[in-house]
């Protein structure tokens, strides 16, 4: 069974420029996560899909960031326009539908450096 | 809310000795948690998890953590470490119930000397 894939592993931008993530969860996982570690820091959480509804979107840092789940399938982080803080590593996780006990599954997260 | 402190971002030392890793929470609510691991160039792996029931969870690969509620404190530890546990590691919180976010420690970069 394939695990949750993100793409692209690494990406170099300009400051200003745009860039799309993209997350795919593993297959009949109804809850998506994106989360974010910005470099020296702890992994800070983004927002949570159920299907293709946002859960919650507190951890979202302002309003250059969109996050999307059409279809409630794969998932798509675009960062417009990106500044230097944005730079970091963004992972997508995903769980099954039901408590908070059932177990998260990582990507291995999409390096972005914005320069 | 949820905060998690991992008093340790490095943690040293040599192949077979024991380890332990510090995990501290705060939560004002009942919680799961979790301690992730992240091998060099890999992404996030669960390692271990408590939900509830025996305060001691252990790891396929040695590890152990045990829940102490009295001292909000979910330490990670292994009896003898192999160089290929170098890794960082990842403590976790999330809340009790429908699926909810995790919080996480700063984490703490486990290093093994031969």
């Known amino acids: 069974e394939a695990g949750v894939t993100q793409f692209p592993s690494h990406s170099v931008i300009e400051k200003g420029q745009t860039v799309t993530l993209r997350c795919d969860p593993i297959?009949?996982?109804?809850?998506l996560y994106w989360y974010r570690r910005v470099m020296g820091k702890e992994i800070k959480f983004l927002l949570h899909?159920?299907?293709?509804?946002?859960?919650?979107e507190s951890g979202m840092p302002n309003n250059r960031f969109l996050a999307e789940r059409t279809g409630g399938t794969y998932s798509t982080l675009k960062v417009q326009p990106a500044e230097l803080e944005d730079s970091g590593v963004y992972f997508c996780?995903?769980?099954?539908?039901?408590?908070?006990?059932?177990?998260?599954?990582f990507g291995e997260g999409s390096w972005l450096t914005v320069v | 809310a949820q905060s998690v402190t991992q008093l340790d971002s490095q943690v040293p030392v040599f192949e077979e000795a024991p380890v332990e890793l510090r995990c501290n929470y705060s939560?004002?609510?009942?919680?799961?948690l979790f301690w992730y691991v992240q091998y060099p160039n890999q992404g996030l792996q669960l390692l271990l998890k408590?939900?509830?029931?025996?305060?001691l969870v252990e790891s396929i690969n040695g590890f152990e953590a045990e829940f102490n509620k009295s001292q909000t404190s979910f330490h990670l530890r292994k009896p003898s470490v192999h160089i290929s546990d170098t890794a960082e590691y990842f403590c976790?919180?999330?809340?009790?119930?429908?699926?909810?976010?995790?919080?996480f420690g700063q984490g703490t970069r486990l290093t093994i000397n031969p």
């Open positions: 408590y939900l509830s029931g025996s305060t």
């Open positions: 996780a995903s769980s099954q539908e039901g408590g908070s006990g059932n177990t998260i599954y």
């Open positions: 899909f159920v299907k293709e509804s946002k859960q919650d």
């Open positions: 939560s004002s609510v009942s919680v799961y």
């Open positions: 976790a919180v999330s809340g009790v119930g429908r699926a909810q976010k995790l919080v």
């Open positions: 297959s009949g996982h109804d809850n």
